[in-house]
């Protein structure tokens, strides 16, 4: 067989069987022929197929029996059922039977298409993921982390090989790449999977509530102190430790992490007793920590004390690859939420959602799928539906080269969808920063930045 992805097409119509082939290899697909389900069953046992897209009604050996015993010969093939004769219970037999999908004819070529798409889509990353699970090793958990990316089959195989060490780890990327799931695959990949795993958002308390929520406090050691409290490492004992957005600690708050991340103890605010823990740290920010030494607002020997493993995700904008995958695990997800049925994307759509820069990353395309299955009314979601945050995919922008978000630096993409964000918003701070991923204090910091560069 050619390099191509192969279908094989099963129709006793010569005609309709001529067109289709025609159709598909101007798809790009190699395409094979059977004119019944006997010699398409016959073509299995001798080769491998990427899909087959077979007609029930036929001469000898219908579709739905032609159906039963390829899955018996070759059950990993997709099969996409065709008929004229459209009826619940034939494709509730079909589906049942194994059929991947199910086609009226006259075929519909833009429906055509995407089953098409999804199907050895499906397929290949069927195939994929099996590849990936041997090079990562039988016994580890994704944890939900989606992509095939060369970017992220690099980084889930650093991952695969930290996590069961006890090393610190530092994790890096911009808003909404995932920082937290890789996390989590960290932890429940590690001798420590059964003891707790804790999460903290250090830029989410001031300074006094953060060291009191990491180390544990007194009774009476402050206001409203009213009763002795553990600490976030104290529950963690055993476990690991979570600590998102490090780099929005203070200086002071930084020495006396590092002390706890050195001698291996702490005492609760206000205390005198000294405490020993045993918990695993990791790490995460999306500001650039060499940077922030550089400029005096992060001490260099924590930074070396968290960077034993360094983990760096890629921005969504770098692994566009990824995106088809990533949008139909969200439709998947949303869909069986909201009790909606809908099917994939058009064309159209998919080629708008790769086309964006993804300023928010997945987050942001998650975002955007939810609000797309929620108010969608088709089975499909067309363009239309993928309302993105920023206006440079109008048609204006995506014909002027200057406009568009690829070419624009990264400062600039960021500056456009955090302004747009809160004018959308009507200037609710709060409402806007969580749309865009971050804290507020994160959100009222850039806008600062904006009006002294302005």
């Not at 099969?79 to 006259?106: C, F, H, R």
């Not at 992509?147 to 690099?154: F, L, N, R, V, Y």
């Not at 007194?218 to 998102?244: M, Y």
């Not at 239309?384 to 070419?407: C, F, H, Q, T």
Request: proline share 3%.
């Amino acid at each position: 067989m050619k390099s191509e992805q192969s279908i094989m097409v099963v129709d006793d119509d010569f005609a309709h069987r001529l067109m289709l082939k025609k159709l598909l290899s101007g798809w790009g697909y190699d395409v094979y022929e059977a004119d019944d389900g006997s010699v398409a069953m016959e073509k299995v046992r001798q080769a491998s197929f990427d899909l087959i897209l077979m007609d029930i009604r036929m001469l000898n050996i219908s579709g739905i029996e032609a159906l039963e015993q390829i899955k018996i010969i070759n059950p990993a093939i997709p099969v996409i059922i065709m008929t004229a004769y459209a009826s619940v219970e034939t494709a509730v037999s079909a589906l049942k039977k194994g059929a991947y999908d199910y086609l009226t004819k006259p075929l519909d070529f833009d429906e055509l298409k995407i089953a098409i798409e999804r199907a050895t889509e499906h397929n290949r990353l069927k195939k994929e993921n099996e590849y990936l699970k041997v090079r990562l090793g039988e016994q580890f958990d994704r944890q939900n982390l989606i992509g095939h990316s060369p970017a992220m089959a690099k980084l889930l195989e650093t991952v695969a090989q930290a996590a069961p060490t006890e090393a610190t780890i530092l994790i890096t990327g911009e808003s909404g790449t995932g920082k937290e799931m890789i996390a989590n695959a960290i932890h429940y990949n590690s001798t420590r999977k059964d003891a707790p795993f804790i999460k903290i958002n250090c830029a989410a308390l001031t300074e006094t509530l953060l060291e009191s929520e990491l180390f544990g406090h007194e009774k009476g050691a402050f206001t409203g102190a009213e009763r002795k409290r553990e600490g976030k490492f104290v529950q963690a004992q055993g476990g690991s430790l979570f600590l998102d957005e490090v780099s929005e600690m203070s200086k002071a708050m930084q020495v006396k992490l590092l002390r706890v991340l050195q001698e291996r103890e702490l005492t609760r605010v206000g205390g005198a007793e000294v405490i020993k823990v045993n918990v695993r740290v990791i790490a995460a920010s999306n500001k650039d920590l060499k940077e922030e030494i550089s400029k005096g607002n992060f001490r260099e020997d924590l930074f070396y004390r968290l960077n034993v493993v360094a983990l760096n995700i890629p921005p969504l904008r770098e692994r566009r690859e990824d995106i088809p995958v990533l949008v139909q695990h969200f439709l998947q997800l949303f869909a069986e939420r909201n009790n909606k049925k809908i099917k994939g994307f058009t064309p159209q759509a998919m080629e708008k959602l790769l086309n964006y820069s993804w300023p928010g990353n997945i987050r942001e395309l998650m975002n955007a799928v939810e609000r797309a299955v929620v108010l969608a009314h088709a089975q499909y979601l067309g363009d239309e539906d993928m309302v993105l945050m920023m206006a440079d995919y109008s048609s204006a922008g995506k014909n002027s080269a200057d406009n568009s978000p690829i070419n624009l630096p990264l400062d600039e993409v960021e500056k456009r969808s955090i302004l747009e964000a809160l004018e959308s918003c009507g200037g609710n701070k709060s409402e806007a920063a969580r749309r865009l991923g971050i804290t507020r204090k994160t959100l009222r910091a850039k806008l600062e930045k904006y009006e002294r560069t302005n």
